[in-house]
């Protein structure tokens, strides 16, 4: 895309009367640069439409075999890519990783891309994944910090896909750390009854877990 950004630049110099400098074929050069414009941008509409029907293709992959998926969006990585391209890509196998339960390496893969350079959702979305791994690997504190910063964008992302149980997931664990115990074993009860199916990227098990141990700790003392 970056020779349509140079070709567009100087159309603009055609326009703007640098054109005199080339004479009277000023104006021919100018539609003939116009053209080689459109016929770029076509080429890319359809190259992006046919990129994106791939990447679409395989993403159910990422539930029934995450190694499938990761193999063939790396494929995809090949070559040349827009950086926000090559972010969303790496973001998808990162989730991938985290289907698999291999936090480690998902965390390496996010860590790889630049975060702070994803625009508004994205950006969010990336935030939130990355808040999610370190909550398994155990990095509460790092975790919290990013929940005090990013809260707000988590809360306004569009609920779809995966979200809402990633954002109830953060909650229910913010709730865990302020020592609000009664409030984390009821939203995890709604997490159940909303949601009682397994979703991709997402699990609860290290949050139940911690809960039972809490509650069966105070069970245990009132007894």
């Keep these: 895309m970056k020779i349509l950004f140079v070709l567009a630049l100087f159309a603009m110099f055609m326009l703007l009367g640098a054109g005199s400098i080339l004479g009277a074929n000023s104006q021919i050069v100018f539609y003939l640069v116009m053209l080689v414009m459109g016929i770029g941008l076509a080429y890319y509409a359809h190259w992006f439409k046919k990129f994106a029907q791939k990447v679409n293709s395989i993403l159910p992959l990422m539930e029934t075999d995450p190694d499938a998926y990761i193999a063939e969006t790396e494929k995809l990585l090949e070559g040349r890519r827009a950086n926000n391209i090559r972010s969303m890509l790496m973001m998808n196998i990162a989730v991938a ?85 009664h409030e984390a074993t009821e939203q995890m009860k709604e997490v159940k009854e909303n949601w009682p199916d397994k979703v991709t990227g997402v699990d609860y098990t290290i949050l139940e877990k911690r809960l039972e141990e809490h509650n069966g700790s105070l069970q245990k003392v009132q007894a």
């Design 97 to 181: 990783y985290m289907e698999k339960g291999d936090y480690v390496t998902a965390k390496q893969k996010l860590k790889s891309i630049n975060g702070g350079a994803l625009k508004k959702a994205n950006g969010a979305v990336y935030f939130l994944n990355l808040t999610y791994v370190m909550i398994h690997l155990g990095e509460n504190e790092q975790a919290l910090d990013l929940i005090k910063k990013f809260k707000k964008r988590f809360l306004s992302l569009p609920m779809g896909g995966n979200l809402p149980r990633l954002n109830a997931f953060i909650q229910i664990f913010e709730a865990m750390e302020n020592d609000k115990w």
